[in-house]
């Protein structure tokens, strides 16, 4: 998966600081499942591994006190950083993207709204608050983020990988799936996951002819 376009620097941490928010995500070890986050920097299938091997390792991911105490380790130095400046961007969507991490949906899409009221254009965060409403079980809105993000950066990969998913288990619409995933591999002919999408592709046809 490639790293975002738009490319910003963040706002300068400590080295504890830095520390306890990259062991909090590598503890963590959540995979994206099937949805790509817009702005994520990280490869899935890195994350997917740091999931497996955490989950056979017993990590303080099953303690929710001590997963609850990292998470708020890991957000504190960016809630400070936003209660000092509310108009820096950076530290507004990391906040989003950790509590992404953490499964904590509802919290991230607030920080992505708060993020684009700063950068209302920012295709990259958009996507990622499709991506948590999706995980809230909105369909609806995950797909309209979606498209809203299509028409700043047309024929971006993940997003139509995504759209793809939610037609398809979201709007149980396979043909409408079929076409965000056969538009996603025209534009993307070196797309990474090209092998997963032509079988999510295959299967999609075999409901649409039942």
Not at 87 to 112: C, E, K, R
Not at 163 to 183: C, L, N
């Amino acid at each position: 998966m490639n790293k975002a376009t738009e490319k910003t620097s963040f706002t300068a941490w400590s080295s504890t600081q830095a520390y306890i928010l990259a062991a909090f995500c590598l503890v963590l070890g959540v995979a994206l499942g099937y949805l790509f986050r817009g702005s994520a920097s990280q490869d899935v299938s890195a994350s997917t591994t740091a999931s497996s091997q955490n989950s056979q390792s017993g990590s303080p991911h099953d303690d929710p006190a001590q997963m609850k105490a990292m998470l708020d380790q890991a957000t504190a130095p960016l809630l400070a950083a936003i209660q000092k400046d509310p108009t820096d961007f950076n530290s507004t969507v990391q906040l989003g993207n950790t509590y992404y991490d953490a499964q904590q949906y509802p919290q991230a899409i607030q920080y992505y709204e708060k993020a684009l009221k700063i950068q209302p254009n920012n295709p990259d965060v958009i996507t990622d608050l499709g991506t948590a409403y999706w995980y809230t079980g909105d369909s609806d809105q995950a797909l309209t983020r979606f498209k809203q993000s299509l028409k700043l950066r047309p024929n971006h990969a993940g997003t139509l990988f995504n759209i793809g998913i939610v037609e398809w288990q979201g709007k149980m619409d396979p043909s409408a799936a079929i076409t965000a995933w056969e538009q996603l591999l025209k534009t993307n002919p070196d797309y990474p996951q090209k092998s997963q999408v032509e079988d999510f592709i295959a299967k999609a046809k075999k409901h649409v002819k039942s």
